[in-house]
């Protein structure tokens, strides 16, 4: 027999009586119906109650930003703004929508390998953090601020001589496009003083989602000591270290949710290594996932409903196209279902065996393979969880040509 409990993993922000899913309060069929399916909906209360929880876990003195690549979506940037110290953006696009949203430009930090120059004069002229992340954007940087006599607000990345074990993406550690090799960093923090920028502090990113509070610690602790040991060589006291984040979320059967204060805990340790080392800096540290992942859910309708040699799909008009990562195709090297029901019965017993597939022509259309769920006719909705991260924006929506997904803040 499949085991019921795998199929049901109904995570514990959407388990609720009734037979419709509610988002927000809100039945989904009543939100499918304002605004036609698919759609991505998010919870505004998760996401307030995850903020506070991090509030509480994180040392007082730290600060806590969002990583705007996870979920750009701008009323959920608005809402966040005034409940997180920072913005982490990516590119011009995502410098738009941070202002956009309210957050004071200083607050704006502006990560990525490749910068433009026409973005880097945007982000120098909106007077936004810079994350430096090799010699030629500091020396571009500098050729511009020459030309506009404005002084830059700069911190360097660093590519960390450790790697991290348990991420699902390596961001550091070993060659990597991102940042400047903890090598280089001495050359560059001397390059970025000749310039006359203003450096405000360090950063390092390891990787993304980890669900292991220790190996995360271990990290942090590296991570710190590291940057630590930099300023003590070249006397710098930046406004802060951001020790990046990379706290993971349960996708799969078998996987727990990250202890979370656990970590708190030991970055209280570092957060008074560092008061004692230099009192003026503080930690940052940046989440995009585990802020909104578990708060917002993906919505598509069965269009259809097939028997092939026997075996059961759903067609519905949501697919890969929105969202890439449940499909399995977004750096999964062994596809696994993310927890899925059937969103308008959810008092139905499972009993049958299904493959949820999308409407592209392609195999690897699926959003969730040979699940248990109970029996679903056309028009009902299928609901996939954990999918406030890295969705809409994170897949190839021109594919096919089906058009865009529906996103609502609730
Ligand atoms: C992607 C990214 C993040 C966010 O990662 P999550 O795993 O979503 O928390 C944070 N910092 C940097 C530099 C990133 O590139």
Not at 86 to 97: L, P, T, Y
Not at 378 to 403: M, N, R
Request: charged letters at 20%; hydrophobic letters at 40%.
């Amino acid at each position: 027999m499949t085991n019921k409990a795998d199929t049901l993993r109904i995570p514990a922000g959407f388990q609720q009586p009734g037979t419709v899913l509610l988002v927000g309060g809100q039945r989904i069929d009543t939100l499918a119906a304002q605004t036609g399916t698919p759609l991505f909906a998010y919870d505004r209360n998760l996401i307030a109650e995850r903020v506070d929880r991090l509030r509480g876990a994180l040392p007082e003195r730290a600060h806590l930003t969002y990583a705007v690549k996870a979920n750009p979506m701008p009323e959920l940037l608005a809402w966040l703004a005034p409940r997180v110290d920072g913005f982490d953006v990516a590119s011009a696009g995502e410098i738009r929508r941070a202002l956009d949203s309210g957050m004071a430009p200083e607050r704006i930090s502006f990560a990525g390998p490749g910068k433009r120059p026409e973005e880097l004069a945007m982000a120098l002229q909106a007077g936004i953090t810079i994350g430096l992340e090799s010699r030629g954007q500091l020396d571009t940087l500098a050729a511009i601020a020459r030309e506009t006599g404005r002084t830059p607000r700069v911190s360097l990345r660093l590519n960390p001589d450790f790697q991290v074990k348990g991420s699902g993406m390596r961001m550091g550690g070993g060659p990597q496009p991102f940042g400047v090799d903890a090598e280089q960093a001495p050359a560059m923090l001397d390059a970025i003083d000749a310039a006359g920028m203003t450096l405000a502090g360090l950063h390092i990113f390891a990787g993304s989602q980890n669900l292991r509070a220790d190996v995360i610690a271990e990290a942090q602790q590296r991570s710190l000591d590291l940057a630590l040991g930099l300023l003590r060589e070249s006397g710098h006291v930046p406004e802060f270290i951001n020790l990046g984040g990379g706290f993971g979320i349960p996708y799969f059967p078998g996987e727990q949710a990250l202890d979370l204060a656990s970590v708190g805990e030991r970055l209280a340790d570092m957060d008074h290594q560092l008061e004692a080392a230099s009192p003026g800096t503080r930690l940052v540290i940046e989440l995009g996932r585990y802020i909104v992942g578990e708060a917002g859910v993906y919505i598509a309708r069965v269009l259809d409903r097939k028997t092939s040699r026997g075996h059961t799909y759903l067609i519905t008009d949501g697919g890969m196209h929105h969202h890439l990562a449940a499909s399995g195709n977004l750096g999964q090297v062994l596809r696994k279902n993310y927890p899925v029901a059937v969103g308008t019965r959810l008092q139905d017993e499972p009993v049958e065996t299904v493959t949820v597939s999308g409407p592209l022509c392609t195999p690897l259309d699926v959003l969730a393979d040979r699940v248990m769920l109970p029996r679903a006719e056309v028009d009902d909705l299928i609901v996939v969880f954990q999918s406030g991260a890295y969705g809409l924006t994170a897949s190839p929506t021109a594919f096919l040509g089906h058009g865009p997904a529906a996103e609502i803040l609730v």
